[in-house]
């Protein structure tokens, strides 16, 4: 049985025409770029889509056109600052807050920095 993610193009070039014609149909049409509208155009579930790793055949050719929904999205993010723009960035994985949880003293930093100059010198 195959594999739901195997697409129906005979090569990359036919998928890569495919997903153009989805990009050039928005833009004629003025419709938005979204995940959901990729998939129909591809005849793939939007969860097929999601699931594509680097071990799938067209994996490049996916990952770029995912890419061009994501710069949709932060453009229009941009220009709007519309709440479901910020949504759809976070489930491409996306985040609106520091999660690094180090703190950083700026006047230690000076002094390490200053003594450190200060060695390289008298070396």
Same mark, same amino acid.
């Given at each position: 049985?195959?594999?739901?993610?195997? /697409?129906?193009?005979?090569?990359?070039?036919?998928?890569? !025409? #495919?997903?153009?014609?989805? &990009?050039?149909?928005? =833009?004629?049409?003025?419709?938005?770029?979204?995940?959901?509208?990729? #998939?129909?155009?591809?005849?793939?579930?939007?969860?097929?889509?999601?699931?594509?790793?680097?071990?799938?055949?067209? &994996?490049?050719?996916?990952?770029?056109?995912?890419?061009? =929904? !994501?710069? #949709?999205?932060?453009?229009?993010?941009?220009?709007?600052?519309?709440?479901?723009? =910020?949504?759809? /960035?976070?489930?491409? $994985?996306?985040?609106?807050?520091?999660?690094? $949880?180090?703190? &950083?003293?700026?006047?230690?930093?000076?002094?390490? &920095?200053?003594?450190?100059?200060?060695?390289?010198?008298?070396?």
């Amino acid at each position: 049985m195959a594999s739901e993610k195997t /697409l129906k193009f005979k090569s990359a070039k036919d998928l890569e !025409q #495919a997903i153009e014609a989805y &990009f050039d149909g928005c =833009v004629e049409d003025e419709e938005p770029v979204t995940i959901t509208g990729l #998939a129909l155009a591809l005849n793939i579930s939007r969860e097929t889509l999601r699931d594509y790793g680097p071990d799938d055949v067209y &994996f490049s050719l996916i990952k770029k056109a995912k890419l061009r =929904v !994501q710069h #949709a999205y932060e453009k229009r993010l941009i220009k709007r600052g519309n709440s479901g723009d =910020v949504f759809a /960035l976070k489930n491409f $994985g996306w985040s609106d807050k520091t999660e690094n $949880g180090k703190s &950083f003293d700026m006047k230690t930093a000076l002094v390490e &920095f200053s003594d450190t100059k200060t060695e390289d010198v008298e070396k």
